[in-house]
């Protein structure tokens, strides 16, 4: 047996320490604890946060951490006295808007197995005497919410681990770490060199810093947060009450970015609405020797005039304050991101050096769990993909952009958020070679990932009084009327009865070439990727509990050279990696990976005409191709490669081209198009139109937590290929015995449309939840995807809850279009798998 390896743990504050326990009860030792503070006290976030943990979240990945949070901090305790406080949560609403976010957050938590409970105004009254009742319209209430005794919950895991072996190193910063071969080897500090095999970094707004030791770009910002503390209140004074006791619900008040906590006999305030306030960890110096409540490296000095609208609003919530003080408040540092989540994962180039940063305490035994498990079976039970290191494009680490948005992520910590809403800046960080000819034609832009994609084209407005009536939208409510627009239906509509163009350009694509690549995929996937050389295959890539870690295309373009298309970041940073440690290996098999995403483009043509746009550009063995054929070809001189595959169930193409010629291509095509009806069309119609089709999109409707036959492509899984990843764990499973499934629902009413994370529930029970949502517009109908338990048969009634009220929804046969299609156009609805995704 290989002997364990050596662990160092950079930071001994909430999530270090969590981390150590998590390794040592998976029986790893050899681990050390370096913290550059004194450890009664190391002086980051965790020493001063006033720990309020709300498990409520729309990521679930996120809740499953506090979930765990919370549960292993009630399991700590000393001399009976746990580290957690479930003294429950209040949010209330002083707003209309703000009460119809709590009832879709408590869909959130219904669908997370959290329970909550709507309020009246006299129940958070009942529940919360001391608000102000004029001002509470309403709130929602969480009874296994509370308290995180952090700084004590630190000193009994320290206790604990030390007599399990782990050696903490106190008052000793890191200055260096060690690499050779592109491994780390230890780490370095004044005290000398700690050899080790493995290095995490857990130091919190010191990420960055302790990042550049190794070249790594940490996208977080340290920002300072304001708190303060009230004078003494004879309201809430209680005998045998501990200084920081508390006996009522932790508050949110978001309207006006404030939350409450009792301190004993005074209460806490937290606040986000003012300026953001960034910070320099480096300038912040070296920790000293002594650090105690109100000094420490992560409290800066209060000011006063930033708190002043705080203070009056939470006089007018809570009047009890009108005749209180300030007396005392601090900025406290935190770790803000660019997208909210935090950052797990590995080096993209340096093996064994692991982050896990800008982990708030709400979440910080749950990441511990999750780093420690990726750590010790190479797998964390919850998804990661929410807070993936790798989730990051290359633009998005500029100091710039992270910087910004983090900013602005702080800013609208608390505000009302549309699922759909766009960041207003930066923007047009990544265009196509098409953007202007979209412009153009008038497209909406939403952004994910610094892309800009066209949402709907403005142009086709003039396409809605040709649309048949059975085509025609149906109107929607407010909120799923947002970032949409009717002409969406005719781009369905066109897509589905002519030809539609679709800028496909932000799918991530690579070239993995080198005498191993075909090793190297045949092992990552689940299909034979070589059994036909000139058909592309899509197949999936699945981790060693058969959990899906990204859909894949793959085309072989020569003997030792593929063009893959992975769709995210993540899948590149997979890939790359086990292409470097196969490269290692002595047997001459080396692989590279190269994205080429941002030197090429693509166009997606489909629908019943595309055949006649091909021939109209003289691309006659383009046409021809059969399903999933590829070939690299010319239409009209310019150099492309085109696969013969669909995103929205219609005949067609996905053409690539390098980017000095995607224009040329688009103007050739458009005006080939012109006489077929031709439209360029957004995301939105392609997500409705892959919807309709059965088409699954990896990182809503599945992700590591999910196999291929709950997510219902166990035909993806060649039976008789041997040694993929993934391969053992699949043993034994089949769609057969699923004890869930993802199955198509179709809403009874014909005009309620959500939008995804509502919660599903069979006999009055919250049994599964929607992964994806839309409009489908060939049978005019809303549609969503959801688990539902794997007996729940076609045809049973469900109900979704949304904004509080439920909606009858019919568990429907898997694709819509499947059986009528079939009857008047066969060769379009072929049952044979294309790619599955809405990849804009």
């Known amino acids: 047996m290989a002997p364990l390896p050596r662990v160092v743990i950079i930071g001994a504050g909430i999530v270090g320490a969590n981390l150590a326990d998590e390794l040592v009860s998976r029986g790893w030792n050899g681990i050390t604890v370096v913290e550059q503070g004194p450890l009664s006290m190391p002086g ?334 190479g797998r964390s039970e919850v998804d990661l993909s929410d807070c993936d290191l790798a989730r990051f494009e290359e633009v998005q680490l500029a100091p710039a952009y992270v910087s910004e948005t983090s900013q602005q992520n702080f800013v609208e910590v608390y505000d009302i958020l549309h699922p759909m809403q766009p960041k207003e800046s930066p923007r047009n960080l990544r265009v196509s070679p098409f953007h202007a000819r979209q412009k153009e034609l008038g497209a909406v832009f939403l952004e994910s990932r610094a892309w800009e994609r066209p949402q709907w084209l403005e142009a086709n407005a003039d396409l809605l009084p040709d649309l048949p009536a059975q085509w025609q939208p149906v109107d929607r409510d407010v909120w799923s009327a947002r970032f949409h627009s009717p002409i969406v239906a005719a781009e369905a509509w066109k897509t589905r009865t002519a030809v539609a163009m679709y800028d496909m350009t932000p799918l991530k694509r690579l070239e993995v070439v080198g005498p191993g690549a075909a090793d190297l995929l045949q092992r990552l996937t689940t299909s034979d990727v070589l059994t036909n050389p000139d058909q592309a295959t899509y197949t999936l890539m699945l981790d060693n509990a058969g959990g899906i870690r990204s859909d894949v295309i793959v085309a072989r373009l020569e003997a030792r050279s593929f063009h893959l298309g992975v769709f995210s970041p993540v899948a590149l940073d997979y890939i790359s990696r086990e292409a470097r440690e196969q490269s290692r290996q002595p047997s001459k098999r080396w692989v590279q990976t190269q994205d080429v995403t941002g030197g090429t483009c693509s166009i997606g043509l489909w629908g019943p005409r595309a055949v006649e746009v091909m021939n109209a550009v003289n691309a006659l063995d383009v046409a021809q191709l059969p399903h999933h054929g590829f070939r690299k070809t010319f239409i009209a001189g310019i150099p492309v490669m085109a696969i013969r595959l669909s995103h929205v169930g219609e005949p067609g193409w996905e053409i690539y081209t390098s980017a000095e010629f995607g224009s040329r291509l688009w103007d050739v095509l458009w005006s080939a198009g012109g006489v077929h009806g031709v439209v360029a069309a957004g995301r939105a119609a392609l997500n409705a139109l892959r919807m309709e089709n059965g088409y699954r999109d990896w990182g809503s409707d599945m992700t590591t937590e999910h196999d291929p036959y709950e997510v219902g492509l166990g035909h993806l899984i060649d039976a008789a290929k041997e040694g993929f990843v993934g391969q053992m764990a699949l043993r034994g499973r089949s769609e057969k015995d699923v004890s869930r499934r993802l199955r198509t629902l179709t809403i009874d009413d014909g005009r309620s449309v959500v939008l995804g994370k509502e919660p599903v529930f069979l006999d009055g029970r919250a049994v599964g939840y929607v992964t994806s949502a839309a409009f489908a517009y060939t049978i005019r109908k809303p549609i969503a995807y959801a688990y539902l338990p794997g007996n729940v048969l076609n045809g049973a009634f469900v109900e979704i809850e949304y904004f509080g009220r439920r909606i009858w929804a019919t568990v429907t046969e898997d694709p819509l279009t499947s059986v009528a299609a079939r009857r008047e156009r066969p060769q379009v609805f072929s049952r044979v798998m294309e790619p599955v995704r809405a990849r804009l």
């Open 44 to 377: 980051g976030s965790t020493s001063h946060a006033p720990g309020l943990v709300f498990q409520t979240n729309s990521s679930k990945t996120m809740s499953d951490f506090a979930r765990y949070t919370v549960s292993k901090l009630l399991s700590l305790e000393e001399d009976g006295q746990s580290c957690f406080n479930q003294v429950g949560g209040l949010e209330v609403a002083t707003t209309p808007a703000r009460l119809e976010e709590l009832k879709r957050k408590r869909g959130w938590a219904s669908s997370w197995k959290i329970e909550t409970r709507l309020l009246t105004t006299n129940e958070c009254l009942e529940l919360y005497p001391l608000l102000d009742r004029d001002s509470v319209l309403g709130g929602l209430h969480i009874p296994s919410d509370g308290l995180a005794l952090a700084a004590r919950a630190v000193q009994l895991l320290i206790a604990r681990t030390t007599k399990a072996g782990v050696r903490y190193l106190d008052l000793t910063p890191v200055t260096g770490v060690e690499r050779s071969g592109g491994r780390v080897t230890g780490v370095t500090t004044p005290k000398g060199t700690i050899a080790a095999d493995i290095v995490i970094s857990c130091a919190g707004f010191w990420g960055v810093e302790i990042g550049a030791m190794v070249g790594l770009p940490v996208p977080l910002l340290p920002l300072a947060h304001q708190y303060a503390k009230t004078g003494s209140l004879q309201v809430l004074s209680a005998a045998n009450k501990p200084a920081n006791g508390a006996n009522l619900p932790i508050l949110r008040h978001q309207d006006q970015d404030l939350y409450y906590r009792e301190h004993g006999d005074r209460y806490g305030i937290g606040y986000y609405g003012h300026r953001p306030m960034p910070v320099v960890a480096a300038s912040l110096g070296s920790t000293p020797e002594h650090v105690d409540e109100k000094n420490m490296p992560s409290r800066l000095d209060f000011t006063a005039e930033d708190f002043e609208p705080a203070w009056k609003a939470s006089k007018k919530l809570l009047p009890v304050l009108r005749e209180a003080e300030i007396a005392e408040g601090f900025n406290g540092i935190f770790s803000f991101t660019p997208d909210g989540g935090p950052i797990v994962g590995q080096h993209p180039t340096l093996d064994g050096f692991y982050v896990a940063e800008a982990v708030w305490v709400t979440h910080s035994a749950g990441v511990a769990k999750a780093v420690a498990e990726l750590l010790t079976t």
